[in-house]
């Protein structure tokens, strides 16, 4: 069973940072692709940054390109997101998502890409 645990969410002024980090456990298939996905209120999920295994390849959402970095931790099994520069507009649940099958750069920000979610954490920026 593919668990993934969410951890560093919180609240914090506009222009501030916060260190998002997703624990995976119950697997080891090298060919993953780890990232997270957000929510707002009434908006669809969509896709901020994801990354391969290997950190060979990564690709992030225009709107957090250059402030999001997304790096991992495979000794640790773990995913991690720093969020700099923090907009209003980043408020929403984010969630950690993984697919056994590697990123796709064509689809990477589709939801049915993957197959295990986190239960999500809350980030609140206010302004």
């Known amino acids: 069973q593919v668990q993934l645990v969410e951890s560093g969410g919180g609240s914090v002024q506009a222009g501030g940072s916060l260190r998002l980090s997703c624990a995976v456990s119950?697997?080891?298939?090298?060919?993953?692709?780890m990232g997270w996905f957000r929510q707002a209120p009434e908006k669809q999920r969509e896709g901020v940054a994801v990354?391969?295994?290997?950190?060979?390849?990564?690709f992030y959402a225009d709107s957090v390109q250059g402030r999001f970095t997304i790096t991992q931790d495979n000794a640790k099994n773990t995913v991690y997101l720093q969020m700099n520069s923090l907009k209003s507009e980043d408020t929403a649940m984010y969630y950690c998502?993984?697919?056994?099958?590697?990123?796709?750069?064509?689809?990477?920000?589709?939801?049915?890409?993957?197959?295990?979610w986190g239960q999500g954490t809350q980030v609140t920026v206010s302004s």
């Open positions: 998502a993984a697919d056994l099958s590697g990123c796709r750069s064509g689809s990477w920000w589709r939801e049915y890409e993957y197959g295990y």
């Open positions: 990354i391969s295994y290997w950190g060979d390849s990564s």
């Open positions: 119950g697997y080891t298939n090298s060919r993953k692709c």
